[in-house]
């Protein structure tokens, strides 16, 4: 079956870095824009950036421009979000999802998510 499946998640203190991971079985990338997400307890979830499907095209949220960076490496099917500078209000649940070619389509596949969490 088709899945996006996050890794790389967990506890880290402010200032860190992390690096996450967003592997695609049952399809392949190519095709597919990917964005990450996150949604901290009691708050709306918020695209943090995407990547299109080329590679070519990325952005970001203005929270974590300059501390993130979005790649992928569609021989390995794997989006990557690489976190460095994390504050505490970082910390949530973050999660990819697939958009057909390009970040301005609508999301068609999410994955589960792994949780972020930055200590102070």
């Known amino acids: 079956q088709l899945q996006l499946v996050e890794s790389g998640g967990g506890l880290v203190q402010s200032g860190g870095s992390l690096r996450l991971s967003c592997a695609a079985s049952g399809f392949t990338l190519n095709y597919y824009a990917i964005g990450w997400f996150r949604q901290a307890p009691g708050k709306e979830r918020e695209r943090v950036s995407c990547i299109s499907s080329s590679g070519y095209n990325t952005n970001y949220a203005d929270s974590v421009k300059g501390r993130f960076t979005i790649s992928r490496d569609n021989a390995k099917n794997t989006v990557y979000l690489q976190m460095n500078s994390l504050k505490p209000e970082d910390t949530g649940v973050y999660t990819c999802?697939?958009?057909?070619?390009?970040?301005?389509?609508?999301?068609?596949?999410w994955g589960k998510g792994t949780l972020v969490t930055v200590s102070s």
């Open positions: 999802a697939a958009a057909y070619l390009s970040c301005s389509h609508s999301m068609d596949y």
